[in-house]
């Protein structure tokens, strides 16, 4: 070590690198994956206190427990992961502090894990027979720091990272996109707190006596602050945020008395003038950095022999989409009740009806983001209903909605990429695989060629105006290779040009072999658009068939302008 | 001695519930976790025992109170939580937690690190009927608390800004389009909760005869496990969570003896959660 560090800075620095692993951890959970966690520390102490059992009693070496610490506390993680599922945004946050509480109590009151009293005795690991000194513990503890910094940059750009990143921006539209949610969360969960575990492990042996205290809820803000206070969902922001207001605590001392004042009064300000932190995407610091160093992805032109989509053209009268007496409930209202539809291959079916009809409800049946009250749904013969949107979204179902919901955050481009993953997304070795590689961005660019959105490719969604972010659904929908594309009032809201040019644009998706079912208001359109058509009224279907026979049955009539006349 | 519990843990339980009242008002119009929601009720506490101390008046100690509090909650919508408002939910939550941090430590430093005796002189003695005792202390609660909660619920149902904060907090952007002056019904929202909890940390002062900094670190997070319990924006059921909280510490703590006590509460919340993930009144 350099001359003139002395032990009270290898100290702090220490100190610092053992909160950037669990910033780094928790950035994982809370950053990349949007999940709220307020008990991370909880899980900091359930490594601390395995590595101190597994040394002192388990007789293990340093380097023996220090996983098996890690793994422990992952797997608690995992309950957590299991429970996150179950638990809206808000729940969630406030269990996230109740399992903390819960687990200091039981480092406290259980003698196991030595009450009040802690653990102690646990000695500074031996390397060759040797103890290392705490300058070389610090070389030990900044080792493992570069590796996970390595480690998290590199799963950022897998399918991995691009999965959480759909699931912090919209779990419903990731899950149309083939994200498995569920299983994006868990890992997350277990990866954000063996990393927590790692920091425990390492802090046992740097402290060299656990105790409950250092593990408790107002371990967890501090954690939680330098994650926000440096830039949530940023490996940067993690590692800047804990390093500062380790450090920044510190200089206070020499203003002692007003410490926590001036820690929170940061915390205030940070977060009311910087909200995305100090190196957040939309600092200023951060927006001066990524125009330095982030390029985004350059445009591909797509070679004339890209392969053709290998659906055979025109209909052969097989159904592709069978809906078999489909019904769904919401407390005592049938929104569907009993509808049947059966859609053959490059057929366009337009489902339409009144408001209230049922028909957005039908649509989420189809793609599973309401289970049936009764009833099955059939692709290719094969049921499907009971599965997990992102299953039959992978299957081959795509989907668009009529309030569009794009990944707000993400560019145009990305907003693709993401349904790009859906064969990787199901397989964990895959998931792995570096996300937009050449033939990946290829295919994206060649999808926004093909819905006019590539001048655009790097806007952030949120920033389209409707009639773009409506093809921007559409591509998102395209992207998973979908046999069938159910469009939730794609012309809805569009001008006049534009409704044109969705209509080609669908027409062109049946001419090379993809199924198409339509909610539509706009009945000439409709007219128009549709091979056959699907009326609902009142969660019913009342007519099927032809546009023109559609048009002349005496019940829709009455459906869309009420019985004419006196009762 | 059960039915003495119970009694000593509804009063408890009823200021828990002024307070908790006060945090779903601030969480249905706002939807932020509103910690500082903890040092609103503790600058209460200091401005009740402040008042008290130079005037000898519980009244002008309530009214000040309920008056600073109130003040300082709707400066604090203002400033920090309208504009951080389209941000994601962790950044005003992050921002009240600071605000907790240094309200708390402002404390400390303008009064003193310790307690401040609360020792106010009440019009009655304590009231007996058959095995239950009434101290004065309850009974102040129970006269001061009742009424606040009556308040509140009439403002909530019968008034037209009640009827603006529930529809706030149903569907933002239509009671908007409907003529809500969203401003105006947030700040009188966040103006009643913190009035309450100005008037909840009054109550507390003189319960326990104590005023220290450290008062809010408690109800902090243990007002968000009452809300939650009730089910996040149910007033109802936050004012009902905080009773059967305060009776069931009263009753476990006095049948078992000493326990991990806020863990309680906690692992009781996780399980319930577990089985009905919108909480015991909440809707889905």
Redesign the interface.
């Known amino acids: 070590m350099p001359a003139g560090l002395g032990l009270y800075h290898v100290t702090v620095a220490i100190t610092a690198a053992i909160y950037v692993i669990l910033a780094i951890g928790l950035n994982i959970i809370a950053g990349y994956a949007g999940q709220p966690s307020l008990g991370h520390a909880a899980f900091w102490g359930i490594g601390a206190y395995a590595q101190a059992l597994l040394v002192t009693r388990g007789g293990l070496s340093f380097w023996e427990a220090l996983p098996l610490s890690a793994l422990t506390a992952g797997l608690v993680g995992a309950l957590l992961g299991a429970i996150s599922i179950r638990l809206r945004e808000d729940f969630l946050a406030i269990t996230t502090i109740g399992i903390n509480f819960v687990v200091v109590s039981v480092f406290l009151y259980t003698p196991f894990f030595g009450g009040s009293l802690g653990i102690g005795g646990v000695l500074p690991p031996t390397l060759g027979g040797t103890a290392l000194t705490k300058p070389a513990y610090l070389g030990l503890v900044a080792l493992v720091v570069a590796g996970l910094a390595v480690l998290d940059i590199w799963l950022r750009r897998t399918w991995l990272g691009v999965g959480w990143t759909a699931l912090r921006e919209d779990e419903v539209t990731a899950e149309t996109c083939g994200v498995d949610t569920r299983r994006f969360k868990i890992i997350a969960f277990v990866l954000g707190t063996a990393l927590a575990g790692l920091a425990g492990g390492l802090y046992a042996h740097f402290i060299q006596f656990v105790e409950y205290r250092d593990f408790g809820f107002p371990a967890s803000v501090a954690i939680l602050s330098m994650v926000a206070v440096g830039g949530l969902g940023t490996l940067r922001g993690a590692v800047v945020g804990a390093v500062l207001l380790t450090v920044l605590p510190e200089a206070f001392r020499v203003v002692s008395d007003y410490r926590m004042l001036l820690y929170g009064a940061t915390l205030v300000l940070v977060m009311r003038y910087q909200p995305s932190g100090l190196l957040g995407p939309g600092s200023w610091l951060g927006r001066a950095l990524d125009r330095r160093l982030v390029h985004p992805p350059r445009r591909v032109e797509p070679r004339p022999h890209l392969p053709a989509p290998a659906l055979a053209a025109g209909s052969d009268g097989r159904p592709v989409l069978e809906v078999r007496g489909v019904s769904k409930r919401f407390a005592g209202l049938w929104a569907v009740r009993d509808v049947s539809v059966e859609v053959r291959r490059g057929e366009i079916v337009g489902i339409v009806g009144p408001n209230g009809a049922g028909k957005t409800t039908l649509f989420n049946v189809i793609c599973g983001l309401l289970p049936p009250d009764g009833g099955q749904v059939l692709l290719d013969g094969r049921p499907v209903h009971g599965l997990r949107p992102s299953e039959i979204a992978r299957s081959g179902v795509g989907r668009t909605f009529q309030i569009t919901r794009p990944l707000a955050g993400l560019s145009v481009l990305m907003n693709v990429v993401v349904a790009l993953g859906h064969a990787h997304y199901p397989r964990p070795w895959r998931r792995l695989r570096r996300a937009a590689d050449p033939a990946v961005l290829e295919r994206a660019w060649a999808i926004l060629e093909r819905t006019g959105l590539a001048d655009h490719a790097h806007v952030p969604a949120r920033a389209l105006p409707l009639g773009m972010q409506r093809r921007l659904e559409v591509a998102r929908a395209l992207a998973l290779d979908p046999t069938v594309v159910l469009l939730d009032e794609p012309l809805g809201g569009l001008a006049a040009a534009e409704i044109e040019e969705m209509v080609a644009l669908i027409r062109a998706l049946r001419d090379e072999g993809r199924t198409l079912l339509v909610v539509e208001h706009n009945m000439p359109v409709a007219m128009r658009l549709c091979d056959r058509m699907v009326v609902m009224h009142y969660g019913e279907k009342i007519a099927e068939g032809p546009p023109a026979q559609v048009q002349a049955d005496p019940r829709v009539q009455e459906a869309y302008l009420g019985r004419l006349g006196v009762r | 001695m059960l039915v003495q519990q119970v009694v000593n843990g509804l009063t408890i339980g009823a200021i828990y519930a002024v307070v908790a009242l006060g945090l779903t008002l601030v969480y249905g119009v706002l939807?932020i976790?509103h910690v500082a929601h903890a040092g609103i009720y503790a600058l209460g506490g200091y401005l009740g025992v402040a008042t008290y101390a130079r005037t000898h008046s519980l009244v002008l100690a309530f009214a000040t109170a309920t008056a600073g509090s109130g003040a300082a909650g709707w400066l604090v919508q203002r400033?920090?939580y309208l504009?951080?408002l389209s941000?994601?939910?962790?950044?005003?939550?992050?921002?009240s937690?600071?605000?907790?941090?240094?309200?708390?430590?402002?404390f400390r430093?303008v009064a003193g690190p310790y307690s401040l005796a609360f020792s106010a002189r009440l019009p009655v003695g304590p009231l007996t009927m058959g095995s239950v005792t009434f101290t004065p202390a309850q009974l102040l609660v129970a006269a001061v608390g009742a009424p606040l909660l009556a308040v509140a619920w009439w403002v909530l149902t019968r008034t037209k800004v009640g009827l603006a904060w529930r529809a706030l907090a149903d569907d933002p952007p239509m009671a908007a389009a409907t003529g809500v002056d969203v401003g105006r019904a947030v700040g009188l929202n966040v103006l009643l909760g913190s009035a309450l909890a100005g008037a909840a940390g009054v109550l507390v002062g003189v319960f326990f005869n104590a005023v220290e900094p450290t008062m809010g670190s408690v109800p902090a997070?243990k007002g968000?496990?009452i809300i939650?319990l009730g089910g996040?924006g149910s007033y109802a059921g936050a004012v009902a969570a905080a009773l059967l909280l305060g009776v069931v510490e009263a009753v476990a703590i006095g049948t078992v003896g000493l326990l991990?006590r806020?863990?309680l509460a906690?692992?009781a919340?996780?399980a319930i959660?577990?089985v009905r993930?919108?909480?015991l009144w909440g809707r889905r």
């Not at chain 2, 941000?87 to 921002?95: D, E, F, S, T």
């Not at chain 2, 937690?97 to 402002?106: K, M, N, P, Q, T």
Request: proline share 12%.
């Open positions: 939807r976790l400033w920090i504009p951080l941000q994601p939910r962790i950044v005003p939550l992050i921002a937690i600071g605000l907790y941090i240094a309200l708390e430590d402002l430093l997070y968000l496990a939650v996040l991990p806020d863990a906690f692992l919340l996780i959660l577990l993930p919108q909480g």
